[in-house]
């Protein structure tokens, strides 16, 4: 009895609640329950849960009460976890752990046999993997019992069928087939289709095979497997089949032939027992052939019914033609049929005549090859024989041609002595005949030439075009080419040098043209003055500086002015040296002396620049200058304008310049003038081309926001915010640039900005650097003039620096201001009236800005670091600049792209023609009185002796002459202030011309050499010149020569007076020929002495110097047409801009009535009187006069230094500044110790140009150094109330 707390009562207990959770089938509890402790249970597996439910549940349904003691648990649950682990290694595949597990003896396996463990382990790896493929997941005890029992009998099996293969074998050794049948029978070894009845035949193939096996493998104890011996009684019974389908056709075949039925004979031969490819169409054949054969077999009485046949060649077979039996063992007593085919006969019958049938089909169906061989086996035959023959003929050679040649002169000699026999019986015919025959082949040869000829006309003619064109090209390339042209070549091309209707024509037009460009442009510059004056005063007028009075009465000028030009420009009239008086002209033709030399030798203009103060000289420069040059509208202008702009700088440079940085910090008078000229008429296409579609793009971009300025990117941010909300931002409005970048918003907004600068700054660099051979010549020299002057007088300044000041030219003061104001410089075009808005001009600044910052490489620093980012981007930039600026200085000289030098103005066909105003004559010749002892400072100068010759500066009467303006008329003045703007034009010439034997005339006798030369090889021609010259000329040559003389004569009396060439040029042309040779020998003679010529190269150099200038001549030409196409060009610019400033008057005429009618309706008793109040009141400004000391000024800063001057005496220096005549303009006299020094006239404008342009310091008096900007302040503070 179990007592309760003991260990068999606790077990009892466990015992109870496994069997109940088995009853439940609940695997979780049942594996909880058998896992107790107090169960006293093997150790169990909880992954395999349901394998032990399942086994357990199984075996308490067993039980007779339903309940399994503990005995029982202990013993099912040690077999059962034995079972986990086997199926675990199972599972790992871990042959090893299978095999220890199948032995384990707890999990009580049957029939388990030690060798056969490593089968069990891989048939069980198998049964386990096709398990789990189908979703289950533990092999059950049964079900590897199972696979135990099958691998068992699998393994009996495999042995009882090795017993029955050795007996197979043996029984084969012993050689009687009924053992061997009886072996093959053997239930163990499982062979397929054995048959009793071929026991015989099994025995006969299976004794071969093995017989073979062992001679291939060198041992006779060599066994047959039973895949061999299957194959073996596969073969043997197929043997069979094949013997007995043979012999039952043979049969009825050899049936067929004795019945004498042949209609069959083709039927039986494609049945299956034959399976021959028979021919229908060769059935008779096939009949015919075997009856044949088989009449040929002999018969034998005692032939009984069996036929023998052979299965492959080594086995008989014995087949009953009655009874069809068959048979491998011969029969008792069998006599084999000798009179019937055998099927081996049978079959080589009828494949030989299938095979016959086939081949001649074959033959039929190649019959064009078959010929086609034949020809060709035929062709080889003859071509042998042939070959043999002419080897035969060749053998012979000699004799053969001895034959011949004997019977070919019996025959040759016969037929010539008959001929000639014939022929001097018939010689007076003979000779008739030969003359007729003769005569027409000639006639009808020349026919036949002639009418080829006529048919191909134009050919010929373009081939004698194409022969003379190509001559003559060769001869110019020679011309063009050759370094020493020949006389030949020369005296073709010297007709070039003539001028013909066409030229003069020409050069009349671009005389014509120049006339009125040039007027245009000084009307153009003029009223552009006066309607920038008139933007000052409205200006100030809106700011109450001075009267409407002032305003109205400027308008009335500009009004007048403008109608007067209109009025000129209708009419045409000029002042030249015909329309004044007789007396005058004496006068006026030595002026025509005076400015042709100013023009061609700069180096007076040069000092007379420097020699007047700034503001006289500026004046000097855009009024006179320009004016003696045309404003360079034809190449010799512009040459000769150049050579003044280089000599001028090169000058300034050396007197004026101290330090490499007064170029950029001062405002140098040449450069100042440079640009200036390059940036009106002649250089504004280039920039407008430059820059127009870029800018312009700037400007019409909506979407395109930039500014560079914190603050302001943080008020609009703060604006946009309170706009947004509708409430007042709590953030401060004022703040410093730093305190406005700490907002991430303005941060961010400042880099957008910089992308789009830098993407719009790409842009405008690209058109920049891409238009190199755009920008005018003109400013790529002299920046190239500066930059070799500079490293000239400081040879320590490094590439970089000289880079710098080319740039501050190039860039800064030509392109820069356009950029920034475009509307100022017509590189955009604007209305009347219209403006630039103020978000366009500070996108522009801004890329100006950048610019200017990479042309000159300074970084942004200081108040701009926080554009700190960009300074890379400036650093790549200037070195595309420095590039850029490097290529402009590239530049030929002027000599060599104009092609013109000092003796050109010989060889050109019109005179230089200037217009300038007798004002400007006058002030011209003042001036050079003036500054005469320092610009000709040697008393035998040219210049001396022609300012000799003019004696004192005239007044506009005396230079008009008495009666050009009535004494009595009390508008004297205003009329003389009118006539003294009078234009003239003035023929410029030489006034001495170039005298033979002065060695600083040898170029002008060379030029005239030239010209006679051409003239006498026009008419006489010859191999060297000397030859020419030593050759009297004949009668023909002579009138030749009158003929050239007689037109050039007729030309020379319809051109124009301005136009001819000087005296001394038109009587030589008029020589005779031998006395041009004469003088020509002469010529020659004294250039040789100087060095110019040579008999020993037969004056070749001088050929060589005519050639140049025929090449020239046609240069000229071209260049002359170019000229016309660019004047006129320039006129219709010139047009447009006077249309747009009579817009602006226009425009400026609307305001003023606008606002007199405001000032009339507002107070109808006030009127503007010319000599009221309010005049008074407008002039009181100008009776202010202002007085400091230098000192005073030094303070104020307006004043930064005097040269030669130290600070403490600048007490001593007085400044007196009063305002003059015209708005905007105030005299300076500077005194020392009471003691009037000079007086400059100054310009408010021209501070303001200068403000604008950055310019920071100027020099006054040419020693007063003064801050521009304080200098702006003072003025507006003490006469604008500003």
């Keep these: 009895m179990w007592v309760p707390g003991s260990a068999g009562f606790t077990e009892l207990i466990a015992v109870d609640h496994i069997n109940t959770a088995i009853r439940n089938c609940d695997p979780n509890k049942t594996i909880a329950a058998l896992m107790k402790p107090e169960a006293q249970l093997p150790e169990v597996y909880p992954s395999a849960a349901t394998v032990y439910q399942a086994e357990l549940f199984n075996l308490q349904q067993q039980n007779a009460v339903n309940y399994l003691a503990h005995d029982e648990l202990a013993i099912a649950v040690e ?71 099958m691998v068992n009998a699998q393994i009996q099996e495999e042995n009882d069928r090795i017993l029955a293969v050795s007996l197979i074998n043996e029984a084969i050794d012993h050689g009687e087939p009924t053992k061997t049948l009886e072996a093959l029978l053997l239930p163990t070894v499982k062979l397929q289709n054995v048959r009793a009845e071929n026991a015989c035949h099994y025995q006969d193939v299976l004794k071969n095979e093995k017989t073979l096996k062992c001679q291939e493998s060198q041992d006779d104890s060599s066994l047959l497997w039973l895949d061999e011996i299957q194959k073996g009684i596969d073969d043997a019974n197929r043997n069979l089949e094949n013997a007995s389908k043979l012999a039952i056709g043979t049969t009825m075949i050899n049936q067929c032939l004795e019945n004498g039925d042949s209609a069959q004979i083709v039927a039986i031969l494609q049945s299956p027992n034959f399976n021959l490819r028979a021919v229908p169409e060769c059935a008779e054949t096939y009949y015919n052939s075997l009856l044949e054969a088989k009449s040929l077999k002999a018969k034998d009485s005692d032939e009984g019914p069996w036929i023998k046949s052979s299965m492959q060649g080594m086995y008989n077979y014995y087949f009953n033609v009655e009874t069809g039996e068959g048979t491998c063992v011969p029969p008792e007593g069998i006599v084999p049929k000798t009179s019937w085919l055998t099927g081996e006969e049978i079959q080589n019958i009828v494949g030989q005549i299938t095979s016959d049938y086939n081949r001649q089909q074959l033959w039929f169906a190649n019959e064009d090859l078959i010929i086609q061989l034949q020809a060709q086996a035929r062709g080889f035959l003859v071509r042998k024989k042939y070959k043999e023959r002419k080897v035969y003929l060749q053998s012979q050679e000699p004799s053969v041609i001895k034959i011949q040649a004997s019977w070919k002169g019996y025959k040759q000699r016969k037929v010539y002595s008959e001929r000639l026999e014939m022929l001097q019986k018939n010689v007076a015919s003979v000779i008739k005949i030969q003359s007729w025959v003769k005569m027409w082949l000639a006639r009808r040869a020349y026919r036949k030439r002639l009418q080829y000829f006529k048919d191909h006309n134009e050919e010929i003619v373009k081939i004698q075009a194409f022969i003379k064109a190509n001559k003559a090209r060769e001869d110019y390339r020679t011309l063009t080419g050759s ?338 104001a475009p509307d100022g410089f017509d590189i955009i075009d604007m209305t009347a009236g219209g403006q630039i808005h103020s978000d366009q001009r500070k996108k522009l600044g801004c890329v100006a800005k950048v610019l200017q910052h990479a042309a000159s490489n300074n970084l942004f620093e200081g108040e701009n670091a926080h554009l700190s980012s960009m300074n890379s981007y400036l650093s790549q930039t200037y070195e595309k600049f420095r590039n850029f600026f490097q290529a402009a200085c590239i530049v030929p000289e002027p000599e060599e792209k104009f092609n013109i030098d000092e003796y050109s103005d010989m060889v050109t066909l019109s005179k230089p023609v200037i217009y300038i105003s007798i004002e400007e004559i006058i002030n011209t010749h003042s001036l050079l009185l003036e500054h005469q002892d320092a610009i000709a400072p040697d008393p035998n100068d040219v210049l001396n002796e022609l300012l000799t010759g003019l004696g004192e500066v005239p007044d506009v009467e005396t230079f008009l002459g008495e009666g050009a303006v009535d004494p009595n008329d009390p508008n004297k003045e205003n009329m003389l202030s009118q006539l003294v703007k009078t234009e003239i034009s003035l023929s410029l010439t030489r006034k001495y011309d170039l005298r033979e034997g002065e060695e600083q005339d040898i170029k002008g006798l060379m030029m005239k050499t030239k010209r006679l030369i051409v003239d006498v090889i026009r008419t006489q021609p010859g191999e060297t010149l000397a030859k020419i010259l030593e050759t009297p000329a004949s009668e023909h040559q002579e009138a030749e020569h009158l003929k050239i003389v007689e037109k050039r004569v007729i030309l020379d009396s319809k051109t124009p007076e301005k136009m001819k060439h000087s005296r001394s040029i038109l ?151 009063t305002p003059g005549e015209e708005v905007g303009d105030f005299d300076i006299k500077a005194k020392f110790l009471g003691v009037e020094m000079e007086k400059v006239h100054l310009h408010f404008q021209d501070l303001l140009q200068m403000q604008y342009e950055g310019v920071s310091v100027m020099k006054m008096f040419d020693k007063a150094k003064v801050n521009v900007n304080l200098l702006i302040f003072l003025l507006n503070k003490k006469f604008y109330g500003k």
């Design 1067 to 1217: 009587e030589e042309g008029q020589l005779p020929l031998e006395q041009k040779k004469r003088k020509i020998q002469r010529n020659l003679r004294t250039l040789e002495q100087a060095g110019l010529v040579s008999t020993e190269n037969k004056y070749q150099d001088i050929i060589n110097e005519i050639a140049k200038d025929i090449r020239n001549q046609r240069r000229y030409r071209q260049h002359r047409k170019a000229e016309l196409v660019k004047l006129q060009q320039t006129l219709n610019a010139l047009n447009s801009k006077k249309a747009f400033y009579e817009d602006q008057i226009n425009y400026y005429n609307t305001y003023i009535k606008t606002c007199l009618d405001n000032l009339t309706r507002k107070n109808s008793r006030r009127s503007i009187k010319i000599s009221g109040k309010e005049e008074e009141k407008g002039n009181k400004l100008k009776n202010i006069s202002l007085k400091y000391t230098a000192a005073r000024l030094h303070e104020k800063g307006v004043i930064l230094g005097i040269d030669e001057l130290q600070p403490n005496q600048f007490k001593n220096v007085m400044f007196e500044i």
């Design 79 to 149: 077999m059962l976890s034995a079972v986990v682990l086997l199926n675990q290694s199972l599972e790992s595949k871990n042959a090893a752990a299978t095999k220890t597990h199948l032995s384990n003896p707890s999990i009580g396996f049957n029939n388990l046999e030690e060798e056969n463990l490593q089968r069990y382990a891989d048939t069980l790896m198998t049964i386990k993997s096709e398990a789990s493929s189908q979703g289950q997941e533990y092999l059950s005890w049964n079900d590897i019992q199972n696979c135990i029992d």
């Design 483 to 820: 370094e020493n042209p020949p006389l030949n070549v020369l005296r073709k091309f010297a007709y070039l040098m003539d001028q013909s209707d066409l030229d003069f024509q020409e050069e009349l037009e671009v005389t014509r043209l120049r006339e009125e460009v040039v007027t245009n442009i000084r009307s153009s510059q003029q009223l552009e003055k006066d309607l920038n004056l008139m933007d000052i005063k409205i200006g100030l007028l809106v700011k109450n500086r001075i009267t409407l009075q002032d305003v109205v009465s400027h308008s009335k000028k500009l009004n007048k002015k403008n109608k007067n030009r209109a009025e000129e420009m209708v009419t045409g009239e000029k002042q030249g040296i015909k329309g004044l008086s007789k007396e005058r002209r004496k006068k006026l033709e030595a002026y025509q002396h005076l400015f042709y030399l100013l023009q061609t030798n700069p180096t007076y203009l040069a000092k007379l620049i420097f020699q007047m103060p700034q503001n006289k000289s500026t004046k000097f420069m855009d009024t006179v200058i320009f004016t003696l040059y045309n404003y360079a509208s034809n190449q010799r202008e512009e040459y000769l304008l150049l050579k003044l702009f280089k000599t001028a700088l090169e000058e300034e440079i050396n007197s004026k310049v101290d330090q490499i940085q007064d170029i950029v910090t001062g405002n140098p008078t040449v450069i100042k003038m440079v640009v200036s000229f390059n940036r009106s008429a002649r250089g504004q296409n280039t920039l407008r081309h430059l820059l127009a579609p870029v800018v312009k793009e700037i400007m019409d971009d909506k979407s395109l926001v930039i500014s560079t300025s914190p603050v302001e990117m943080y008020k609009a941010w703060v604006n946009q915010l309170e706009m947004q909300t509708g409430e007042a931002s709590k953030l401060p409005y004022d703040v410093t640039t730093e305190q406005a970048l700490t907002h991430s918003e303005v941060a961010v907004r400042l880099e957008s900005s910089i992308q789009s600068l830098r993407a719009v700054t790409d842009k405008v660099l690209a058109s920049i650097f891409s238009s190199l051979n755009l920008m005018p010549y003109g400013m790529r020299y002299i920046a190239k003039v500066l930059k070799n002057s500079l490293h000239e007088k400081f040879p320590d300044a490094t590439e970089d620096e000289l880079l710098k000041i080319v740039g501050n030219l190039l860039y800064y003061r030509y392109m820069n201001p356009a950029i920034v």
